[in-house]
């Protein structure tokens, strides 16, 4: 019986340490976009106003799903986040926007938060601007109309 034991022991150990180095999650967290760039590769930001600098870049991946990639942008007191990320908040109120430079965009209301969710088409990511003032709104179209019609990576 205390061989039986020892074995079941030995396989749950195994089990752990094998589930250990197969789950790939990475939670990573950068002050500047080139240190990023360096660990998960080459992404696009959107051209911010003058004043606006990054405060920090996460990345988080579970191994499974799409990568989410967050960009925070301060300027004074004034904060904007720009996220890279699979579909999101799909069950929270949204308006539709109709703009004729991007077809797939809403205005999601997140708690306090304004969203802008929108992508150009859809083999790509969905892009995402998050503000806690309403007054942004038309401001952050421009952004994202200008983000995706500009080729470069910022």
């Not at 150990?13 to 360096?38: M, N, P, R, W, Y």
């Not at 004729?100 to 859809?122: E, P």
Request: a negative charge; hydrophobic letters at 35%.
């Amino acid at each position: 019986m205390g061989d039986k034991v020892k074995v079941i022991k030995i396989l749950l150990l195994f089990s752990f340490v094998i589930f250990g180095a197969c789950s790939g999650d990475q939670h990573l967290t950068f002050e500047k976009k080139e240190d990023a760039e360096q660990e998960i590769g080459e992404f696009k930001t959107p051209a911010m106003p003058k004043g606006y600098v990054i405060k920090k870049i996460t990345y988080d991946h579970d191994g499974f799903t799409h990568p989410e990639t967050k960009v925070f942008y301060e300027k004074e007191s004034h904060s904007i986040t720009f996220m890279i990320a699979s579909s999101w908040f799909d069950n929270r109120p949204s308006e539709k926007i109709e703009n004729d430079k991007i077809a797939d965009m809403v205005w999601i209301s997140k708690d306090k938060d304004y969203v802008l969710k929108w992508r150009s088409s859809d083999k790509q990511s969905y892009k995402y601007l998050f503000t806690k003032n309403e007054k942004d709104k038309e401001w952050l179209i421009s952004i994202a109309e200008n983000y995706s019609t500009n080729p470069l990576v910022t």
